[in-house]
């Protein structure tokens, strides 16, 4: 049986998301990836698999060694998926310093009389 997986998945998993930093940074080796965290190779390994899986990772062969990239295409799908989310809570937020600001400015009119 085949499982599926996609990119929310992939990244609801904290080491992932560590993973996926790491490799945002510069192209690098499993071992590399691997040496940055307390986890054994092999659960290192799974989890690069699963993001490799979900696209958010591209791999290049340079002789023996083998470079994970990070895919920000792929992610695109995330923050496509939060924009409305965003602009939701900006305009939320953008009414509610609006509204402290109108009160502030009520509060010093009333102490300047």
């Known amino acids: 049986m085949e499982i599926r997986r996609d990119v929310f998945q992939a990244i609801a998993d904290p080491t992932r ?30 989890h690069i698999q699963i993001l490799n899986e979900c696209a958010l990772l591209t791999q290049t062969q340079s002789g023996r060694e083998i470079y994970y990239h990070f895919n920000p295409n792929k992610m695109k799908e995330v923050a496509d998926w939060l924009e409305p989310y965003r602009k939701l809570w900006d305009e939320r ?20 009389s």
């Open 17 to 46: 998301r560590a993973i996926l930093g790491l490799v945002a940074l510069h192209a690098m080796t499993p071992g590399a990836i691997a040496d940055n965290f307390n986890s054994s190779r092999q659960t290192i390994s799974k």
């Open 93 to 112: 937020l953008n009414a509610m310093d609006d509204l402290l600001n109108e009160m502030q400015a009520k509060t010093r009119t009333q102490n300047n």
